[in-house]
């Protein structure tokens, strides 16, 4: 099976209005919001996702082997999470992916700060965030419906380093593994991902045997 | 397979596909993992068998098995350099396999990359890929092609270029949708159809993406403007994981059974896809033997597109309204931008527009030395990723034009087609090959205009040619040449003549350059109101108008009411009712010192100057401001926030208010308390080492602040050492610390420890951040932990004395900041 | 003489009136009582103007009015005097046509002095009774400075007989009628009122009146009338009549500062000359005491004003009630500020005597305001009284399918010669296609013209409904406009204020409304001059048809040498 590894350049993703909101607390029914702040809410927000360049890339590995709370991969890939490894079981292979917002949104969001300008830089923060997301997301249904055809589906989940017994560190493996720099994306020594709004994540490729 | 003889088959009888092939030939031994093309190759009798088989249950077409015969999928295994072989061999085996009993159809399928502008694979370099497919296809004997299982329309659009680049033979295009009723980047049927039809497409329809009964909506949909007929090939029904085997959940007989309501909803064209066997297409073909498919609509509408949204014009549809700010003349940051290839400012110009109202994005790059078809399609593609409306490409450049109009994931409007002779029948031309809608400029290059009657030769004369090229005349907009209203009245006139001439006389759809009337002029909304309302009333469909004013749109919305094309004035009452309520709102009599509460809980920066200024001048004190203010005002508004009445954004804002007054009444408390005015305490805020993240705590440090506090902010990945170091040189009072992950929370038990060493024990600390909880503050020894930053304000005050009136009430509950950290730990790093 | 024989007479060539005497040669040389005394000499002048070539001769009957001779003589009664000079002077003259003059009462008419204006037809009947005893072929007003004298005059005399009238007015340098009023508003007046021939006197005997009737000759459904200036020689006086009549005069008075030799050769001249003609269809025009609108698509947009009406109204009701018009005041002056042409009066108020409320509302705004007036009213009696009084052009607000309005409406407003707002709604309610409204105004349109009304004197309605309850309303009214502008070629006007009943944020729609309107050919429309977007769209329409450069001479679009 191919190994390629595939970037996107430019994900066409809808802005996430409603998450957005959700992320900065809004809750609808709830929250009262004049007509004027509405209209700068809307207006920033705008502007934060025309600032937003969502990027990305995937990879397909096989797995060759499991090792207790170890799953193997090819390229001597290894991670070690037991609950990752639970979310992988019946697995053939995992798609590796990564998605980035880019710097420019996360500049403008301190530059924000800086001005005093508090509410922007909130704002900016959470449109960069949940594009990220979403660009996560689109990723993942593209890998979808690639692998589809092959007879294939994803896991329901995906996981990211960082949570549950999946540390931060396997953030090294990603990042090698998915040539990150192309995306412009660097590493700091505690693994954190520059520019910030930048997710990784792992899923399960499963074969779907039909009954026909 | 001749086009009309296709066109001719598919209105006269329900045309029979084949089905799944993939699982079929898994069935007879083709393993996992490799290239079917090439196993087919090895294997011929057994695609023979299952097509044959196909064809014996009522197969009028099968696919040729070449769905990843591309050199990019086949590149996958190897296999690139056997492109042509592979699919000329492959197109021979399926023509043996059914002899003249049935057609084959090529099978052109996703090569696995993104084309331009959402992927980095060049658009020609994709049609080079299916166009080297389709010709080895042809040389194999296919009868005509079929685009499948396509999730870009990009790549569509690019495939179904190459075939008609390559051969004049039927070209059917079938695209996948999610269950959400679009493809992974957001076409939906509509749009895939006008795009598809106006480019050429024999036949347009979807196959796989669900089961029948999601299809019927998919056909039906495209049903009202579909000019060719539909194809549908389902899968046998919705697939379904048991224990981690997938079967699709409709049997045969079902299947069949969901045939007719197909047809029903306009298909003309049936097939199967995955799960089905040739028993489906047995039963497909018994249920659909006495049908008759619907012929295709005879409706003489406009419809224009984009990758994602499609747009009717015309005289029953609300006024369309062009955006025409993407235009460098008179626009010396553009020109500069555009010199310099930088597309920054014309995304920005066309998000401007789409969020203002404008319904089709104008985009014309012509100027001195500049290199216009280049910048044209760099510009068409950076505006179609932007905007995503539909585009219309401003240009009298043959070769821009060209360039734009091909690599446009939609159906573009060409703007314009003058009645120069040797501009017309080149852009004709063009238009034509492209299917895009054009816009008749009426005008011979004289620089003379004349009268109506003049003009509407000129249209006439475009038309004519128009047709010739097989444009029919609902697919061309009519300029009806606004000039500047210093032009005198006989030029407005003509408009008005122009327009009444195409509404009532000629049935043909008017468009005008509204904004071209007051071009220089300053007072400019009204007059562009005005007149655009005169030529609505004469029936206009189409106009260039600036977004940028709320006049302009709102007017547009009260015409699209008053035409009748707003039938419940829906549209009209909720662009108002918003403003409706803000006017309903009670006004009661304020005093200044009432207002400045006001502008705290209303978030009023720009307003508090004032009002504070007022205040003091009706007699009110500076501390009787602060106390029964500012600081009222305050605290509701963090008792709206723990109610989610006000969200964060909003908080911020408030409490900027706030502190800008309070900056304001400083010097004077200052004099009034003998220039005690003293902060309440100091706070050292960070984020420990390791960690980037610091928007929480920077809200934080703005809260305290905004309470008065004097806040020195280390800023992020502060060491320990330096943290304490900062403490003893400030004689900080509090210090708060962020983490956010929890590889870096461990470093705030590191500050804690580190504070006890060097004997800080009067120093109180408190820590907040995603992972942190107040089990973990307890366990590192620090003093409080904050879910958020009017906790955070919270705590300060109580180590610092002052006891705030809503600590007790209302205990800090899990907020915004919070869960905003715990996405960021799941997912985002 | 019938009105029909004078239209003959001026048809065929430019026709010469001996000229009035200066009004100071007119108490000095023969006061009333010095006519009589001087009965000889009076009839050998007459007869000179005969044989100069005079086509009609003027009876000097100007003076002997009731209350004009109160003061100057007693004993004889004066009617007997009218009838018997008239008679004297018509032995004398043989076949030349001798018409009866009329003049001032010398007393104020009201709203500006104590003459009941009733009072004053009465003593203008009764001299032009006793002048058509003694055989008066015709009539003419002259030396009259008050356009509500003329009006009384002219509406005394009309009634008596089917005979012409001219009504001659003073002009001073400055080309103004002694008054105040401007002869083109004086003109619409009065060739509305039913003036058979207008004509102008200067009160210097050296101006030359070419210019002025220049001007007025394309607004002239009559036959214009000038005096022709001092002149020293034949060939200078010949020369001067003949630039009246290129100007448009179709009557030359000769001047009594010209020698007789002059004036004969004047006379001689006008035989050879060829008629001017008089145009037949009529303007639309409203005209108040001093000023006048021109209506239609080549002028400027007309906003008729529609704040003085009490509907809704709870100041302005009170107001009323206690016979109070402050708020009148206030409302005329604001909207004539803003920027309106006519101004709607309505009083139509429960427990308020309307008719005297209109009377005195209309009186003091004619005297306020330069903008004429829309009377708004649906009783016929008060619009009758209305009209009888108002010194100017009205238009009538409105004249509908209804068999009452018809009935009654229509001949108060074609009495008065009127302009009308043709209402298209009958008996049976409004109509809701636009072919059924077009049908509504062709029948209102036919009766109007039995009375003497064209197309130009009507204002259809486009009678808008409100959208909110239906769609198509809009849609009817638009398409409704579009036939009157094109196909009737008439003038067209809209209520603004029901299109957007129940709307939201009604200021768009009325404006689009109104924008989508003058697209069609509305010329009119009635609004609050006072919304912003009303008066925007206003001064766009009029930017954009050339009515009003200042928009682009301050923008710099154009500049004053290319305007």
Redesign the interface.
């Known amino acids: ?2 190994t ?1 590894l ?7 993703i ?1 802005l996430p209005h409603a998450m957005i ?7 609808s029914k ?9 209209e700068q ?1 809307e207006a ?1 927000i ?1 502007q934060g996702f ?1 600032l937003c360049e969502p990027q990305g890339c995937w990879q397909r590995l096989p797995i060759t082997g499991w090792e207790g709370d170890t799953i193997i991969l090819s390229n001597d890939l290894a991670f070690t999470s037991r609950s990752l490894c639970q979310m992988l079981q ?1 697995s053939v292979a995992v798609a590796l992916m990564a998605s980035t917002v880019g710097l420019t949104i996360v500049n403008a ?1 301190e530059e924000a ?1 800086a001005q ?4 922007t ?3 900016f ?2 449109v960069g ?1 949940q594009s ?2 979403a660009a ?1 997301a ?1 990723i993942n ?2 890998v979808r ?2 692998i ?4 294939e ?1 994803l896991t329901k989940h995906r996981f ?4 549950g017994d999946f ?3 396997n ?1 090294e493996l990603f990042y090698k593994q998915l040539q990150l720099e192309h995306l412009g994306l660097e590493l ?7 520019p ?6 792992v899923a399960g490729i ?7 | 397979m001749k086009k009309s003889d296709f066109k001719t088959w598919a209105e006269r009888q329900v045309l029979i596909l084949d089905g799944a092939t993939g699982t079929e030939l898994a069935r007879r031994g083709m393993p996992a993992g490799v290239s079917p093309e090439a196993w087919v190759l090895e294997h011929p009798e057994v695609i023979r068998e299952i097509q044959r088989a196909y064809m014996e249950a009522g197969s009028d077409i099968v696919y040729s098995c070449t769905f990843g015969g591309n050199r990019c999928k086949l590149e996958e295994f190897g296999l690139a350099w056997k492109t042509t072989e592979l699919n000329t061999a492959l197109a021979r085996i399926s023509r043996q396999a059914v002899g003249n009993q049935a057609m084959v159809f090529g099978d052109l399928a996703p090569t696995g990359l993104f084309v331009e502008p959402f992927g980095q694979l060049p658009f020609d370099e994709a049609v080079a890929v299916y166009a080297q497919q389709a010709m080895a296809l042809v040389a194999g004997g296919v009868d005509g092609f079929v685009i499948e299982t396509m999730m870009d329309l990009q790549e569509a659009r690019a495939a179904l270029l190459a075939v008609r680049e390559t051969c004049d033979l039927p070209v059917m295009v079938s695209m996948t949708f999610g269950s959400d009723g679009r493809t992974l980047n957001g076409t939906d049927p509509l749009s895939a159809l006008i795009t598809l039809q106006s480019l050429g497409a024999d036949a347009v329809g979807c196959n796989c993406s669900t089961g029948p009964e999601d299809m019927a909506k998919v056909i039906a949909t495209m049903k009202r403007h579909a000019t060719v007929p539909l194809l549908a090939k389902p899968n046998a029904g919705m697939p379904r994981l048991k224990n981690g085997i997938t079967t699709f959940d409709m049997e045969a007989d079902e299947f069949g059974d969901h045939m007719e309501p197909l047809v029903t909803a306009g298909a003309a064209i049936l097939g199967g896809c995955c799960g089905t066997t040739p028993e489906y297409i047995q039963t497909l073909k018994a249920q659909t033997n006495s049908l008759c498919p619907t012929p295709p609509t005879n409706k003489r509408q406009t419809v224009v597109s984009s990758y994602k949204q499609s747009l009717c014009i015309g005289k029953d549809q609300p006024l369309t309204l062009f955006g025409g700010r993407i235009n460098p003349s008179g626009q010396l940051a553009l020109a500069a931008a555009l010199r310099k290839n930088d597309m920054t400012l014309v995304r920005r110009l066309a998000q401007e527009q789409a969020r203002q109202g404008a319904h089709v994005i104008d985009i014309n790059v012509h100027m001195q030395g500049g290199d216009e078809a280049n910048l044209m399609r760099a510009a068409a593609l950076v505006v179609t990723k932007g905007a995503g409306l539909p585009i219309s490409i401003d240009t009298v450049n043959i070769q821009a034009a060209e360039q734009a109009l091909r690599v446009l994931p939609g159906r573009g409007i060409l703007n314009s087609v003058s009645a120069e002779e040797e501009n017309m029948e080149a852009m004709c031309q063009l238009a034509a090959k492209y299917g895009a809608v054009i816009v008749c400029m009426p005008v011979d290059g004289s620089g003379s205009f004349g009268g109506s009657a003049e003009v509407i030769a000129h249209i006439k004369k475009i038309l004519a040619c128009a047709a010739r090229y097989g444009i029919p005349a609902h697919d061309c907009l009519i300029d009806s040449l606004v000039f500047t209203t210093a032009a005198g009245k006989e030029a407005h006139r003509r408009t008005l003549e122009i327009i009444d001439w195409c509404v009532r006389s000629a049935k043909l759809t008017p468009l005008a350059g509204v904004s071209n009337l007051s071009y220089g002029l300053e007072t400019r909304h009204w007059l562009d109101v005005s007149f655009l309302c005169m030529a609505a009333g004469r029936g206009l469909s189409a106009a260039f108008i600036d977004t940028s004013s709320e006049q302009v749109v709102n007017a547009v919305f009260a015409i699209d009411a008053l035409a009748g094309h707003d039938p419940h004035m829906s549209r009209y009452i909720d662009r108002f009712s918003q403003q409706a309520l803000a006017a309903a709102e009670t006004t009661m009599p304020r005093t200044a010192g009432e207002k400045v509460f006001d502008a705290v809980v209303n978030g009023d920066e720009e307003g508090m100057e004032r009002l504070l200024r007022q205040a003091l001048k009706q007699g009110e004190s500076p501390n009787s401001l602060v106390d029964n203010r500012l600081i009222p005002a305050i605290n509701l508004v963090g008792e709206k926030f723990d109610r989610k009445e006000y969200f964060l954004p909003q908080l911020i804002t408030c409490a900027d208010t706030m502190r800008k007054g309070f900056a304001l009444l400083q010097p004077l408390l200052d004099a009034a308390n003998g220039g005690s005015g003293k902060k309440e305490a100091k706070v050292i805020l960070a984020t420990v080492q390791g960690d980037i993240h610091d928007i929480g705590k920077n809200i934080v440090a703005l809260m305290l602040n905004n309470y008065n506090f004097e806040v020195i902010d280390l800023g992020k990945d502060v060491a320990a050492e330096d943290i304490i170091r900062a403490v003893k040189h400030h004689g900080a009072d509090i210090v708060g610390l962020s983490a956010l992950m929890t590889t870096t929370m461990i470093e705030m038990k590191k500050v804690i420890d580190l504070a006890q060493a060097s004997n800080l024990t009067d120093v109180r600390f408190m820590v907040g951040g995603a992972v942190v909880d107040q089990h973990y503050a307890k366990e590192i020894g620090a003093s409080g932990y904050a879910g958020d930053a009017i906790g955070a304000v919270r705590l300060a005050q109580q180590f610092s004395g002052i006891e705030s009136e809503q600590l007790s009430s209302n205990p800090p509950t899990k907020d915004a900041t919070d869960d905003q950290a715990t996405q960021e730990q799941g997912r985002n790093q | 003489m019938h009105r029909r024989e004078f239209r003959n007479l001026i048809c065929q060539r430019p026709v010469l009136l001996d000229a009035p005497l200066p009004s100071s040669c007119l108490s000095s040389r023969w006061s009333e009582a010095e006519i009589f005394h001087n009965l000889d000499e009076v009839i050998a002048s007459l007869t000179s103007f005969k044989n100069i070539c005079c086509d009609i001769v003027r009876c000097p009957s100007a003076g002997l009015n009731r209350f004009a001779m109160k003061t100057a003589l007693s004993g004889e009664p004066p009617m007997a005097m009218n009838c018997e000079l008239m008679r004297l002077c018509c032995a004398a003259l043989g076949d030349t046509p001798v018409f009866g003059t009329v003049s001032t009462t010398g007393q104020r008419l009201e709203p500006y002095g104590t003459l009941d204006f009733d009072d004053a037809v009465t003593c203008y009947a009764e001299q032009g009774r006793a002048l058509l005893e003694g055989g008066a072929q015709g009539f003419i007003l002259c030396g009259s400075n008050d356009i509500q004298e003329a009006r009384a005059a002219l509406i005394a005399l009309r009634e008596l007989q089917d005979c012409p009238c001219i009504v001659e007015l003073t002009v001073n340098s400055q080309g103004q009628v002694i008054g105040g009023t401007e002869p083109l508003s004086a003109l619409i007046t009065l060739q509305a009122l039913g003036a058979n021939a207008i004509g102008f006197v200067p009160t210097e005997a050296s101006l030359s009146l070419a210019p002025l009737l220049k001007q007025l000759k394309p607004f002239a459904t009559v036959a214009l009338y000038g005096v022709v200036p001092r002149c020293t020689t034949p060939v200078e006086c010949m020369l001067a009549g003949e630039a009246l009549v290129a100007a448009g005069a179709n009557l030359l008075g000769c001047s009594h500062q010209c020698s007789t030799t002059d004036q004969y050769a004047l006379g001689v001249r006008l035989h050879n000359l060829p008629a001017q003609p008089v145009q037949k269809s009529g303007i639309s025009a409203l005209s108040s005491l001093h000023s006048s609108v021109l209506l239609g698509p080549q002028h400027p947009f007309a906003i008729v004003g529609e704040r003085i009406n009490p509907t809704g109204k709870k100041k302005l009701q009170a107001g009323l009630r206690q016979g109070d018009l402050e708020l009148v005041h206030s409302f005329a002056l604001e909207q004539e500020q803003r920027g309106a042409a006519v101004l709607d009066v309505n009083m139509g108020l429960s427990g308020i005597d309307e008719k005297a409320m209109m009377l005195k509302a209309t009186g003091m705004l004619s005297r306020l305001t330069p903008l004429p007036l829309c009377i708004d009213t649906t009783r016929p009696d008060v619009m009758e009284a209305v009209l009888r009084r108002y010194p100017g052009r009205a238009l009538v607000n409105s004249v509908s399918g209804e068999q009452a309005r018809i009935e009654e409406t229509l001949p108060a407003a074609a009495k008065y010669g009127a302009m009308f707002i043709l209402l298209p709604l009958t008996d049976a309610g409004i109509p809701e296609t636009t072919k059924e409204r077009i049908a509504v105004v062709e029948s209102v349109l036919e009766t109007a013209t039995s009375y003497g009304y064209g197309v130009e004197d009507c204002v259809v309605d486009g009678l808008v409904m409100t959208i909110s309850a239906n769609p198509e309303a809009a849609q009817v009214t638009l398409d409704l406009i579009g036939w009157c502008a094109e196909t009737l070629q008439a003038n067209t006007i809209v209520g603004l204020s029901n299109v957007s009943f129940g709307m939201p944020e009604r200021q768009w729609i009325n404006s689009a409304f109104l924008g989508m309107a003058m697209g069609r050919g509305l010329t009119m429309a009635i609004a609050n001059p006072s919304a912003n977007s009303i008066m925007a769209t206003t001064q766009s329409y009029n930017t954009l048809w050339g009515h009003d450069l200042t928009l682009l001479l301050n923008g710099g679009a154009l500049t004053p040498e290319n305007v």
Not at chain 1, 21 to 27: M, V
Not at chain 1, 30 to 35: D, E
Not at chain 1, 160 to 163: A, F, N, R, T
Request: aromatic fraction near 8%; glycine fraction near 8%; charge should be positive.
């Open positions: 099976m191919p390629d595939s970037f996107f350049e430019i994900i066409p809808e909101l959700t992320r900065l607390g809004y809750r709830r929250t009262v919001l004049p007509p004027r702040q509405r809410l920033t705008a025309s019946g969001a700060m005093g300008d508090g509410s830089a909130v704002i923060d959470a965030g990220a997301n996560m689109w249904e593209y419906r690639q589809r055809r092959n007879g589906h990211s380093p960082g949570y540390t931060l560190e953030q700091t020594s505690r693994s954190m991902l520059v910030e709004k930048s997710v990784t994540a499963k074969q779907s045997i039909s009954s026909r």
